[in-house]
DNA sequence: TGTATTATTTTAACGATGTTAATTATATTT
DNA sequence: AAATATAATTAACATCGTTAAAATAATACA
């Protein structure tokens, strides 16, 4: 009984396809059980025959944003020499992803997801999209010693949490007003990221490179 | 006719508490015209008679929010002497109030705000809040040279992004998983922009104008 | 005070929404 | 070709925001 799975996955292609032209072209506000399904070429109620409800469906168009999203990327710096400006590059053309689809960041950041059979892979998958999307210039950097590795992490942290709050006050909160002071307080702020975490440590990690052990020094004060 | 003014008010009043209570009880996700009329005691239709329609009337709660969240800072962190750790303190309050109230985090910053009459304040509101709230902290520190005066305005930006993406994946994506997870990840955000955004000319402020200085040594290696 | 007018509140209704049950159409098997 | 199993569609329900019509309450005037 191969033919019914070929037969299955065929219908869920058709609607799985028609969710991903909606949700790229309309966001996911227009979309719904009957939009989905008309574009699909079948009645509204045929959706639940191949999945068990609406929030199934449009988390499973999570793994090809993913891969849509990092293709994009990777193909928008393959002329760049690797390397940290190819890094903060990357981080650049990840943002501009979802600037270019709103509605693939709401689906991936906001949308809550209910109890899809697939959650945790999902999550993980969205949770490291901006670090696998930078794989390969996050290894680059530390293999050349061009960042401190265990400032790494932190950096990380630093410019996931940052790429999405800007990514969300500039989608839903008009701030800042224009596509191009976006950008410019991105930069600034994976610049200040990259280049100034931990700055008295990267430099000193410039100089000896690699294989050390490599002190940081933080002072703060407790008054 | 004053009268009438203030009869419309007080029922816009009902309204609006109906809508408050709901808001930090249940979230925005349970939030109907429907349920805050129930709770305001009258019937559905009855609400278009003081306000637009239902946008406008969950975003008037906004200005209200906003001054509740700002007295539980200040109330937190009221007993602590002014300074780069009151500082720190303060933005950690600011984001436990949305961790204490999803469904207000939600209203901020993420349910799209449609035509509201005044929304452009209420967009103001919304974007300087953590600076506003934050303003006595931040006055402080640089008035007693705690802080580089040229690097506040990056630190200010920095925080408010870092806070909202972290706020994000917490609410919306489980990330990480516990709160006590969520606490430290957000000290150590909050620390890294503090203490070492531009931290060549922060250590030369600290050194100079601070009684006691507390130094942590981190040791890692690279390989 | 009793009626006419105005203001306020409620009920009915519309078009969408997600989802399920009943019904029809199609394909498979005997 | 008839009986059975599978697939797809229509009908229906409860919810949503919103508007129009109906019913109620308050006020003004005689």
């Known amino acids: 009984m191969k033919n019914k799975e070929i037969q299955e996955q065929r219908m869920r292609g058709y609607f799985l396809d028609a969710a991903r032209e909606l949700l790229k072209a309309e966001g996911l506000r227009s979309i719904s059980v009957r939009s989905i399904a008309e574009r699909a070429g079948y009645s509204y109620a045929t959706l639940y025959s191949y999945f068990k409800d609406l929030n199934e469906l449009i988390f499973l168009c999570v793994q090809d944003f993913y891969e849509e999203c990092k293709s994009q990327v990777l193909q928008s710096v393959q002329r760049k020499e ?3 400006r190819r890094l903060k590059a990357s981080v650049r053309a990840y943002a501009d992803f979802f600037i270019q689809y709103p509605g693939i960041f709401e689906l991936f950041f906001i949308e809550k997801i209910g109890n899809a059979t697939n959650k ?6 969205i949770r490291h999209s901006l670090d696998n999307v930078c794989e390969e210039d996050w290894h680059y950097c530390m293999s050349q010693g061009l960042l401190p590795a265990d400032s790494i992490g932190l950096m990380k942290s630093q410019l996931r949490h940052t790429v999405l709050g800007l990514l969300l006050l500039y989608l839903h909160r008009d701030v800042p007003a224009s596509y191009a002071d976006f950008v410019s307080q991105l930069n600034i702020a994976v610049n200040a ?8 440590a990267a430099t000193a990690t410039k100089q000896t ?7 940081s020094v933080r002072i703060g004060n407790n008054k």
Do not use: E
């Open 193 to 200: 990221i990259v280049d100034d975490t931990f700055s008295g």
């Open 120 to 125: 945790k892979q999902v999550l993980a998958l």
């Open 82 to 84: 690797k390397g940290i």
């Open 209 to 215: 490179t690699v294989n050390n052990a490599l002190i």
